[in-house]
């Protein structure tokens, strides 16, 4: 494997172990509880990223992805004008809305089965698109941005986690 693939994928590995840890930090009696009116709650933030792995994982053996949400020039407009900046700095700019296939429902999500779902499916995709990493026709599809190649989705989602476990850490349970 590449070295650059080795960064990739230990980062997206540390990213699913810093959010499964704020996950974990959270005080049970919070877990189920959103801190703001209209925000998600722990558990509904942690089910949201179990969702996103499992779509993508039935994308990658063969079934349907995430539908694109964008006309083809609003998405190349930002996918040109957002995605390098979320790829490289990081962040995901604020207000960004989650796709209608990864929404939770209001719950329960009992927290360590969300987590050991979330890790083996987040381990199995990162798995397919570490070796994909240099085949060009290893893509999944993202609601905003459309196609992204097998790298590009391993460094969105470590992003994505990580903007995930900031939230959890930010308020001490969910924002």
Do not use: C
């Not at 650059?4 to 049970?28: C, K």
């Amino acid at each position: 494997m590449p070295a650059d693939q080795t960064v990739a994928r230990a980062a997206h590995q540390t990213s699913i172990q810093a959010f499964v840890a704020s996950a974990r930090a959270v005080p049970e009696e919070a877990w189920e509880v959103p801190t703001r009116s209209g925000q998600w709650s722990p558990a509904q933030i942690g089910e949201h990223l179990r969702m996103v792995y499992a779509v993508l994982g039935r994308q990658l053996a063969g079934g349907a992805g995430l539908e694109v949400r964008t006309s083809w020039w609003l998405r190349l407009i930002l996918r040109f004008r957002f995605l390098p900046k979320i790829l490289e700095q990081g962040r995901i700019p604020k207000g960004a809305r989650a796709p209608r296939e990864a929404r939770p429902g209001p719950g329960p999500f009992p927290r360590e089965p969300l987590l050991a779902d979330l890790i083996e499916l987040a381990t199995r995709a990162e798995d397919t698109l570490a070796s994909a990493a240099r085949d060009r026709e290893v893509t999944i599809t993202h609601h905003v941005f459309g196609r992204l190649q097998a790298a590009q989705a391993l460094r969105f989602l470590t992003v994505h986690n990580d903007h995930h476990a900031r939230q959890l850490d930010r308020s001490g349970s969910a924002a």
